[in-house]
């Protein structure tokens, strides 16, 4: 038998981005015994190197330590350490949903941040009992007397129960465990129900196919288990069923309150979807488990390759990485500027990029992508809406009625004195403001209403650059709106280049268009020669730059000792220039594809 | 010149003598500023890789040219010339009207010391002249000024040595296009053989560089260099010195036969620190080298003259790396150089010759039968046309 359900603690932490979740999971294993400290690297609960490198977490794990607490009682407690970006939001509010409890980790010389705010305020939606641990006390800067204040003030928790730790130093590690077993309430369930366990994430591994992250609510979970997903409706039976200490550890069953994993042939991550609720096969329950929703992405970019004889291995490559991201979705898109590749969905930029980083990191490929853009509905005059999520998807302006952006509720959290910056700049991205709430100290939660499409580019580089990094935001999607929106085409030397296009406001086009040509202007280098580029709408040129012919391009001396250098000079320049893309008689550098990302508004 | 042709065995030499007072603002070439004793050590280690390389190799064919370049070679004093020309002359042969070439600064030049290189055998001078603008030629931390190089010019041409040459730097930041012409004109009037124009290179990590960089000085405008090349060009051809090569103008019959047979393709041997040889397969092995069947080689020195000079005391041959270059390679090489040269390249791959064909439709080419000649107007955009005809 397993530990009794009184003495099992499940918790999640919640922690912005360098204010030390991931050393106070590692101080929290260390101490448990539950990693030997020479078997320590460095965030042992960040398994992906792209995790390491950048010090987030992507992918949620869940780590069983046994504990003999002070009242010489055996407990088990499960960590769900969750994703930390906003880009996954879903995925957290799932992890947070399998516990009881949460520590709320907040940096004893910062304060609390937007993105963790939130989360807060999920868990507290969710009935987590919530622990403040304010962590880097030992930092000369540390003001933990400030932030306990900013802590009661914000969130409520009397000052006096926030427990004073440095994960860096090891100091209140062991109030922080005994905190977690007399402040966190036991998980119930009866085991003797029909079985309901949440799926809170999953990985692919290519010998045991899908992991399914799971915790049990009610009922029992064992090898030979018939199990059905109530949402994805697939049925399988559980091979092995097992906890993670760090490493995967098969167990006889798990039991209503536990956390763990379990396998059963399945083959693909989408048949087991993060929030879905398992059920026995001959004994369902009546109702899942809350929260399900089926997540969907917000962002859209095509992905080509450089070489367009790369195209089957990006197809491959996609596929593979589906396996175990569910959350990516992709489709055959035929570009006239860019050959053949995909139209992906992401869940955000972030998730863009790691996306696009592991295509080429770990397929080793070469990629063109094109600027992201979000999803419109577009009302046709026969009464249809479609959805498009390429702005060359757009049918003719005569056909159209309206079309709708999504837009979204977005916080930010920022020391006052930054809010002058913050608030110009949503101004500018079209937002509208909704609240401004000043908390505790000297900082200020703002509450803005803009169009998704003005926040997935550079606006959170923006908002760093605004506030010098203080500020911090999170965003939810709130719906759709129709806007004046136009198709901002791009005309090089007269062709329109489709995989340029933008879907922009049309108060905004020429302004656009102005800094997306001149931005191309920029990455374009000189041919032999002058060549147009335009900005149009519907047929409009709104802004127009011209690249002179080349005039001048020869080396002056090449002797004996130049010829050697003179060759590899060509050698890569020739390299590079069977990279460019051809539109009509010009060559386009793959930076041009995404100038529309790095123009400074 | 076929592929076989050109990988024949070397008839040219090339001789790298490093030693420099200063270095110049705008150089970033492998030289030295150093005193008289490593001079002495630096010449006794150049001739000990001369033995090295005749001992291993007999020269199998007279060498046709002889360059000795710098650094400053005019620096080394006629006693080590001699004993260097000599060292030249006892372990090769010399071919019956073998080019000799020295490269001269005008601080080092009087009536007696041309005396003495025309006797020594030198028959071409280089002299690096430069300007002939005070400013400039400060600003280009040269340490000689108008006067002295236009005396040194008259010296030569009365010295006895059969063909001088000087050189010039247009499109200096600062310097005027009529005050670049007018010392373009003062140095026609001593009607040198040869003229090497060439547009000053900034290159990384020279002072000129960091001066212009820094917005001291200005850039340039490429409509300026551009002004100031075509009006060279116009007066060096009324002057009866045609250019032949991207930055090189003489009377004809007085090219310089050795850059000649760099830009044709052709093998050569080198000595001294910072050199490049460039040989046939069968050449490059004697010398020691990597080299597989149908190869070209091409090696290098240490650039410091310091370590080449330990690494010669050693017993080694001072060669630092080679690389071996296959069919292609050659090829390209053969047509990225060929095209410098008015005279042109020959080239046999029907794509090529489409290619240059698209390009003489524009005015930048011309072809006559397999023969491919930059125009004037393509000269000035060479390297964007050797790359569009590489990357066809």
């Known amino acids: 038998m397993g530990t009794p359900t009184a003495r099992i603690r499940n918790f999640s932490i919640i922690a912005h981005i360098d204010h030390g979740k991931s050393t106070l999971a590692d101080r929290l294993l260390e101490a448990t015994g539950t990693v030997a400290p020479r078997e320590m690297t460095e965030q042992v609960l960040d398994t992906m190197d792209l995790e390491r490198e950048r010090g987030i977490t992507i992918k949620a794990q869940a780590v069983r330590m046994p504990y003999r607490a002070a009242d010489g009682l055996d407990y088990e407690l499960n960590l769900i350490d969750t994703p930390g970006h906003v880009d996954f939001a879903y995925e957290v509010s799932r992890a947070l949903a399998a516990c009881e409890g949460a520590l709320l980790v907040v940096d004893a010389s910062q304060g609390i941040e937007a993105q963790t705010l939130a989360n807060v305020y999920k868990a507290m939606e969710l009935n987590l009992e919530v622990v403040p641990v304010i962590n880097k006390i030992d930092l000369p800067q540390a003001e933990p007397d400030r932030v306990a204040e900013e802590v009661e003030s914000v969130i409520g928790i009397p000052r006096e129960r926030c427990l004073l730790v440095s994960a860096r130093t090891g100091e209140g590690v062991g109030a922080v465990l005994e905190a977690v077993v007399t402040q966190l309430p036991a998980p119930v369930g009866d085991d003797n129900l029909p079985l309901r366990a949440l799926i809170f994430d999953c990985k692919y591994d290519a010998y045991r196919g899908v992991v399914v992250y799971v915790r049990v609510f009610e009922g029992r979970l064992g090898a030979g288990t018939q199990i059905r997903m109530m949402a994805g409706q697939g049925t399988f039976t559980v091979d092995e069923v097992g906890c993670f200490r760090p490493g995967m550890e098969e167990v006889p069953e798990l039991a209503a309150g536990e956390v763990g994993y379990l396998i059963a042939s399945i083959r693909n991550v989408r048949d087991s979807k993060v929030g879905d609720t398992i059920t026995e096969a001959q004994r369902p329950a009546t109702q899942a488990l809350p929260g399900y929703r089926q997540a969907s992405p917000m962002v859209w970019a095509g992905l080509f390759p450089v070489d367009s004889d790369d195209y089957p291995d990006l197809k491959e490559a996609l596929d593979r990485l589906q396996l175990n991201d569910a959350a990516l979705v992709f489709e055959a898109e035929t570009s006239a500027a860019l050959g053949f590749g995909f139209r992906c969905g992401f869940l955000g930029l972030l998730h863009m990029e790691i996306v696009q980083e592991r295509l080429e990191r770990e397929f080793d490929l070469e990629l063109i992508t094109t600027a992201p853009s979000v999803a419109y509905r577009v009302n046709l005059r026969d009464g249809q809406q479609m959805e498009i999520d390429n702005p060359d998807q757009l049918p003719d302006p005569s056909q159209v009625i309206s079309i709708e952006e999504p837009r979204v509720k977005l916080e930010v959290v920022t020391p006052r004195e930054y809010l002058g910056g913050i608030m110009e700049l949503c101004q500018e991205r079209r937002g509208e403001f909704r609240h401004l709430e000043y908390q505790v100290g000297d900082r200020a939660l703002l509450t803005y209403d803009l169009p998704l499409g003005e926040i997935i580019h550079d606006f959170y580089d923006q908002l760093k650059s605004r506030s010098r990094g203080y500020a911090s935001m999170d965003y939810e999607l709130a719906g759709y709106r129709a806007e004046q929106l136009v198709k901002l085409d791009v005309l090089v030397a007269g062709n329109s280049v489709d995989a340029l296009s933008t879907i922009v406001h049309r108060g905004q086009a020429q302004g656009q268009g102005k800094r997306l040509v001149r931005r191309m202007k920029e990455v374009i280098p000189r041919q032999l020669f002058e060549v147009a580029l335009q900005a149009a709408v519907g047929g409009k040129v709104v802004a127009r730059e011209t690249i002179p012919a080349l005039r001048k391009d020869v080396l002056a001396k090449c002797y004996g000792g130049d010829i050697t250098r003179k060759r590899k000079l060509l050698e890569k320049q020739r390299e590079g220039k069977q990279r460019m893309k051809r539109v009509g008689s010009v060559e386009i550098p793959q930076e041009a594809f995404m100038a529309v990302l790095t123009i400074d508004r | ?392």
């Open chain 2, 1 to 392: 010149m076929t592929a076989e042709d050109s990988l024949a065995p070397p008839r040219s030499l090339y001789i790298h003598l490093p030693f420099c007072r200063r270095r110049c603002a705008y150089c970033d070439f492998a030289i030295a500023v150093s005193g008289p004793d490593l001079q002495d050590r630096y010449l006794d280690a150049l001739l000990a890789e001369l033995r090295l390389v005749t001992r291993t190799s007999p020269a199998a064919e007279p060498l046709q040219t002889v360059h000795l370049g710098g650094g400053t070679p005019s620096l080394l004093g006629p006693e080590r010339l001699e004993r260097l020309i000599e060292a030249v002359a006892a372990g090769f042969s010399l071919a019956e009207g073998c080019e000799f070439t020295l490269e001269a600064n005008p601080e080092e030049v009087t009536p007696a010391v041309t005396r003495e290189w025309a006797c020594l055998g030198i028959t071409r001078a280089s002299l690096g002249i430069q300007s002939l603008s005070d400013p400039t030629l400060r600003w280009l931390g040269r340490g000689h000024d108008a006067e002295l190089g236009l005396s040194a010019l008259g010296w030569l041409r009365e010295s006895g040595i059969r063909q001088v040459s000087c050189d010039l730097i247009f499109a200096i930041p600062g310097q005027s296009t009529a005050a670049f012409l007018d010392g373009l004109d003062r140095v026609l009037r001593f009607q040198p053989d040869h003229l090497s124009c060439y547009e000053l290179t900034l290159e990384p990590g020279t002072t000129t560089r960091r001066l212009v960089d820094s917005g001291r000085y200005p850039q340039v405008a490429e409509a300026v260099a551009l002004e100031q090349l075509r009006s060279a060009r116009a007066r060096l051809l009324a002057a009866g010195l045609i250019r032949y090569e991207v930055s090189n103008y003489s009377r004809p019959g007085c090219e310089s036969r050795h850059n000649l047979n760099y830009w044709r393709g052709g093998t050569y041997l080198a000595l001294g620190a910072g050199s490049h040889g460039f040989l046939g397969g069968p050449a490059a092995s004697a010398l020691g080298l990597p080299a597989g069947q149908g190869v070209g080689v091409r090696y290098w020195h240490y650039r410091d003259a310091a370590t080449y000079v330990r690494v010669l005391g050693q017993g080694s041959s001072g060669i630092r790396d080679s690389e071996q270059l296959d069919d292609s390679q050659l090829r390209l090489e053969r047509l990225a150089l060929g095209l410098r040269l008015t005279e042109g390249v020959e080239v046999a791959e029907a794509q090529l010759l489409a290619a240059s064909q698209r390009l003489a439709a524009h005015g930048w080419l011309e072809v006559e039968g397999q023969r491919v000649r930059a125009t004037p107007a393509g000269m000035e955009i060479l390297d964007r046309l050797t790359l569009e005809l590489i990357a066809a």
